[in-house]
């Protein structure tokens, strides 16, 4: 079974600085994807970046972009420039190559974007 | 397009009844999922349709949770005799094979 922790319950960033969510995964598939999730207050999910195992290059989406690990098993998420309409939670997610769909999350972070 | 639908948004309902939760997916998609999310966590998947086809189903689910997308378009989810464990957020997503998954807004149920 995958698990996907995230050891950052809270974080707090100033406006149009940097931060950098974490998450770490466990599985013994050789093909997968990740992703980050954002669910602001409104509850719904919403896509923000995702990264198919067998690619070495990081993804990258205008002001977001990963750190992709593989032999550490490792996924961060690093915001650029960040906005107050940044502020929600976000999760990592997991799903293997054969159920695509069928998505492990983490336990969230909680992301405050001070002005 | 007005992207994936739920209904309703939210239901109080007391312990021992039973409540049925639709969801409208984006037209083209012929993927369906069901996930549930409790306060504080991450969404646990709950079960998948490819068209009318439930492929598959999480330990989850029990012999009280069915699910169906009977013409393989819009989806329910039934709870029987709902308990205050159940008290959580459902949420439905869809997406065509292998793409990107768009989530609706959510129910939110609370069993008293």
């Known amino acids: 079974a995958q698990t996907v922790t995230q050891s950052q319950p809270e974080m707090s960033v100033q406006e149009a600085e940097t931060v950098t969510l974490s998450c770490t995964y466990d599985t013994s598939e050789s093909n997968y994807y990740l992703f980050w999730y954002k669910q602001p207050p409104s509850r719904q999910m919403i896509l923000v970046i995702r990264q198919e195992a067998y690619k070495q290059q990081n993804a990258t989406e205008n002001r977001f972009s990963v750190n992709f690990q593989k032999a550490a098993k490792s996924f961060s998420l690093k915001i650029s420039d960040s906005q107050l309409g940044d502020t929600a939670m976000y999760f990592c997610?997991?799903?293997?190559?054969?159920?695509?769909?069928?998505?492990?999350f983490g336990q969230g972070t909680i992301l405050t974007v001070h002005p | 397009d007005t992207g994936v639908s739920q209904d309703p948004r939210h239901k109080i309902t007391k312990r021992g009844q039973n409540v049925t939760f639709r969801c409208d997916p984006i037209s083209e998609h012929n993927r369906l999922y069901w996930y549930r999310q409790t306060l504080g966590q991450g969404p646990e998947f709950l079960t998948y349709?490819?068209?009318?086809?439930?492929?598959?189903k999480s330990r989850l689910l029990s012999d009280r949770f069915s699910a169906e997308r009977p013409k393989g378009s819009f989806s329910t989810l039934e709870i029987q005799r709902t308990e205050q464990g159940d008290s959580a957020m459902y949420l439905c997503?869809?997406?065509?094979?292998?793409?990107?998954?768009?989530f609706g807004s959510g129910t939110q149920l609370s069993v008293l």
């Open positions: 997610a997991f799903s293997g190559g054969t159920s695509y769909g069928k998505l492990t």
């Open positions: 349709f490819q068209n009318e086809a439930q492929l598959e």
């Open positions: 997503a869809s997406s065509s094979e292998n793409e990107k998954l768009f």
